[in-house]
């Protein structure tokens, strides 16, 4: 008996290589390297991804099966970055020490990525001298992937242009601008990243990136320190960000009342409860409604996180961003996902009269 058990354990892992393999091929990576790929083809291609590909652990181990042609690897290697998963890191190491040209272009490429890293031009090629540093990096980025989260690394890489640094942080971070680091962790933090959060907004002293981390802290916990100015008369001045950080200082007291980290479970409860709606989980599959309507009716700052826990429930993947919620490009996505759950936009957060979590 255990004999056929795992002869049908392999057959059905079998089967899942020869499908999956049928699913790899993409359109898309034939446009790529060039602008076209870049501004459509990475993002209908993820999104395919998202959808209908098996996930990491098993595009590693179709990489694996030595079955695959190199229109396949590429498609993988440009694929699955969408995920930002570190246990996909080997697949890129291997490919970017090939003889293949293009492999190494998408492996520079979707390693980048992979992190949340700026997308290079890789255009002009990536020679092999380009592929033995890019081999060492990400060496030295998984070895401290297995200590911390990726968003930690973009945090760290943001405090250390201010000469300081993550609590027990151990490990390499990119020498990037500030403002490159913070983009990459909207790209990359989920729900379990805010007390890193909050740990690196009470360490900076840079304005900008305080305010960017409000801003991301706001994404995540459903709340609003900074409003968001209704009409081109309206008074802006510093003063509005002054004021959030000292509500933000008293939000993150009262979250961290009990307790020295910040549960951001217990935080998205609270302020559910503060608009009426009694969650005792808002991540199970039984919010899903609830999400639906911060969608619809709440913050823009909000809409990237409500799309990342409706893609859980079922929903089409598409990726919004919370530090430029508004642009054409984040509204056009949103509104893809109402359609999808015949959803009326009500952007009632615009409202003044909308509680304040």
């Given at each position: 008996?255990k004999t056929k058990a795992r002869g049908a354990v392999m057959i059905a892992?079998?089967?899942?290589?020869?499908?999956?393999?049928?699913?790899?091929?993409?359109?898309?990576?034939?446009?790529?390297?060039?602008?076209?790929?870049?501004?459509?083809?990475?993002?209908?291609?993820?999104?395919?991804?998202?959808?209908?590909?098996?996930?990491?652990?098993?595009?590693?181990?179709?990489?694996?099966?030595?079955?695959?042609?190199?229109?396949?690897?590429?498609?993988?290697?440009?694929?699955?970055?969408?995920?930002?998963?570190?246990?996909?890191?080997?697949?890129?190491?291997?490919?970017?020490?090939?003889?293949?040209?293009?492999?190494?272009?998408?492996?520079?490429?979707?390693?980048?990525?992979?992190?949340?890293?700026?997308?290079?031009?890789?255009?002009?090629?990536?020679?092999?001298?380009?592929?033995?540093?890019?081999?060492?990096?990400?060496?030295?980025?998984?070895?401290?992937?297995?200590?911390?989260?990726?968003?930690?690394?973009?945090?760290?890489?943001?405090?250390?242009?201010?000469?300081?640094?993550?609590?027990?942080?151990?490990?390499?971070?990119?020498?990037?601008?500030?403002?490159?680091?913070?983009?990459?962790?909207?790209?990359?933090?989920?729900?379990?990243?805010?007390?890193?959060?909050?740990?690196?907004?009470?360490?900076?002293?840079?304005?900008?990136?305080?305010?960017?981390?409000?801003?991301?802290?706001?994404?995540?916990?459903?709340?609003?320190?900074?409003?968001?100015?209704?009409?081109?008369?309206?008074?802006?001045?510093?003063?509005?960000?002054?004021?959030?950080?000292?509500?933000?200082?008293?939000?993150?007291?009262?979250?961290?009342?009990?307790?020295?980290?910040?549960?951001?479970?217990?935080?998205?409860?609270?302020?559910?409860?503060?608009?009426?709606?009694?969650?005792?989980?808002?991540?199970?599959?039984?919010?899903?409604?609830?999400?639906?309507?911060?969608?619809?009716?709440?913050?823009?700052?909000?809409?990237?996180?409500?799309?990342?826990?409706?893609?859980?429930?079922?929903?089409?993947?598409r990726e919004l961003s919370v530090l430029q919620p508004e642009s054409d490009?984040?509204?056009?996505?949103?509104?893809?996902?109402?359609?999808?759950?015949?959803?009326?936009?009500?952007?009632?957060?615009?409202?003044?009269?909308?509680?304040?979590?």
């Open positions: 008996m892992a079998a089967a899942q290589l020869l499908l999956g393999s049928v699913w790899l091929h993409s359109s898309e990576v034939q446009h790529f390297p060039g602008t076209y790929f870049d501004s459509s083809g990475r993002t209908q291609l993820q999104a395919r991804v998202m959808q209908s590909w098996p996930g990491p652990s098993a595009l590693a181990e179709m990489w694996r099966s030595a079955t695959l042609d190199t229109p396949q690897r590429l498609a993988i290697l440009l694929g699955a970055p969408v995920h930002h998963d570190p246990s996909l890191l080997p697949l890129y190491r291997e490919a970017i020490q090939s003889e293949s040209p293009r492999l190494r272009q998408a492996a520079a490429y979707g390693y980048h990525d992979l992190i949340g890293d700026r997308l290079p031009d890789v255009s002009s090629g990536v020679s092999k001298a380009e592929a033995r540093r890019l081999a060492r990096e990400i060496d030295l980025v998984a070895e401290t992937l297995r200590r911390h989260p990726l968003v930690a690394i973009w945090l760290q890489a943001a405090l250390q242009s201010e000469g300081r640094s993550l609590p027990s942080f151990a490990g390499v971070a990119p020498q990037r601008p500030a403002t490159d680091c913070l983009k990459a962790v909207d790209n990359v933090m989920s729900f379990d990243d805010l007390d890193l959060l909050v740990q690196a907004y009470q360490l900076s002293q840079r304005r900008p990136t305080r305010i960017a981390l409000m801003r991301l802290i706001e994404g995540l916990t459903l709340s609003r320190f900074v409003p968001r100015s209704v009409g081109s008369t309206k008074a802006w001045g510093p003063e509005v960000y002054d004021r959030g950080f000292v509500d933000l200082d008293a939000a993150i007291a009262s979250w961290q009342s009990g307790g020295c980290t910040v549960d951001a479970t217990r935080v998205l409860a609270e302020n559910f409860a503060l608009m009426g709606v009694e969650l005792s989980d808002p991540r199970a599959a039984g919010a899903c409604a609830y999400w639906q309507n911060v969608l619809r009716a709440g913050d823009s700052g909000w809409w990237a996180m409500a799309a990342r826990q409706l893609y859980d429930c079922g929903g089409p993947w490009l984040m509204r056009e996505r949103r509104q893809d996902l109402l359609r999808f759950f015949r959803l009326d936009p009500i952007d009632l957060m615009r409202s003044a009269s909308t509680p304040k979590p």
